[in-house]
């Protein structure tokens, strides 16, 4: 199958090797090319970890054009502050036929990057989806190099209400649906994100250590049983959210101990027994995705949502004001909220369909 990768990151390489490995042909995309000048020559992808070896890759490039043309599956791997811009690009080649899969949406990435296509005059009916999270848990080592350290279990997916999403996954390459679990809701993998819950307040939380000279094992070192409880109040919002949405989702530590096979009686437990940290380290500042992404993507819509659902959401409440002040950035005004995605978000309680989208922003057209 043809099948293309948008984002040479760390789970843009993982997949590309994972994806090639299993026979498909690999078109990858990344913006900048500097950053891709290795893959160009090379056009392969050295795996290690549970994935070892050389895969070929049949394109690599920074024109969108050359690999939406290609492929008829694209899988966007990039963080949630490039959907839109994504959406952007990719609106005058995606047809009826495309498959997008957004790895993974965060909170209403499908929604956000329909909306997008739908501003620049695509309204062909391009399948979306949104996964709860990547498959891998991985780390980029060089331009052509990745350490793919595991492969996560029943990893979620959804798309918009109405669609027929076991046939659109009887489109992807096959291998891909031993690792994803359909759900019901886009609540359940927006929502259901657990991203904004391990990344955003322990990075803050450390921001002595982020910013010192020290290399210190995110996981392992940054989650204290403290920060560990911290972020459970966290987690337990999210939770309420998600059941006043009527779509109740599992807690982080059912998650941890779901997706990796391992047993524990806490979060923390879970962290420090989980393998598959011991090799994850902090990254060397604040300017990384676990705040950049993570809080207007994910805090921001589930904080929104919370109040609008009449929930104190005291906790996540406090982790975007620290960063707002740590930072000096306003996240709420950058974040996702469904006031900006045309939507209302109650709605999700019986499903949002893609045609909600573009009547409402055709109603906006007019207003304006």
């Not at 996702?336 to 009547?359: I, S």
Request: hydrophobic share 40%; aromatic share 8%.
């Amino acid at each position: 199958m043809r099948v293309g990768i948008i984002g040479a990151g760390n789970s843009g390489l993982a997949m590309a090797a994972h994806l090639s490995f299993l026979g498909n042909k690999v078109y990858l995309w990344n913006r900048s090319e500097d950053n891709i000048t290795d893959l160009i020559k090379a056009k392969k992808v050295e795996a290690i970890g549970v994935l070892v070896g050389e895969f070929r890759l049949e394109q690599v490039t920074s024109v969108m054009r050359e690999v939406v043309e290609c492929a008829r599956v694209i899988f966007v791997t990039t963080p949630a502050t490039s959907h839109k811009e994504l959406a952007k690009l990719m609106a005058p080649y995606l047809t009826d036929r495309h498959i997008v899969i957004l790895n993974p949406g965060r909170t209403f990435g499908a929604v956000d990057f329909k909306d997008e296509l739908i501003r620049n005059g695509n309204l062909s009916s391009v399948s979306i989806l949104e996964t709860q999270t990547i498959i891998y848990t991985c780390r980029k080592l060089s331009q052509t190099k990745v350490n793919i350290i595991a492969l996560k279990r029943d990893v979620l997916i959804s798309t918009f209400s109405g669609e027929d999403i076991e046939e659109i996954m009887s489109r992807i390459p096959d291998e891909l649906n031993k690792f994803y679990k359909i759900t019901d809701s886009m609540v359940e993998t927006s929502i259901g994100n657990v991203g904004m819950i391990l990344h955003c307040a322990p990075m803050l939380l450390n921001t002595g250590w982020v910013e010192s000279p020290h290399k210190f094992k995110y996981y392992r070192e940054g989650i204290s049983r403290t920060v560990a409880d911290f972020i459970e109040k966290i987690d337990r919002e999210r939770q309420e959210v998600a059941k006043l949405l009527n779509h109740p989702v599992i807690s982080a530590k059912e998650w941890l101990q779901h997706s990796y096979d391992i047993t524990c009686d806490s979060l923390y437990d879970c962290i420090q027994s989980n393998a598959s940290y011991e090799e994850i380290f902090a990254p060397a500042n604040l300017q990384y995705r676990y705040i950049f992404e993570d809080i207007p993507y994910g805090l921001v819509p589930l904080e929104s949502m919370g109040k609008d659902l009449g929930l104190e959401m005291k906790n996540t409440e406090i982790v975007i004001n620290l960063a707002n002040a740590l930072l000096d950035v306003d996240f709420r005004a950058l974040g996702r909220t469904a006031g900006k995605l045309h939507f209302d978000y109650k709605k999700l309680m019986k499903g949002v369909t893609a045609e909600d989208l573009v009547e409402n922003t055709k109603k906006e057209e007019l207003i304006f």
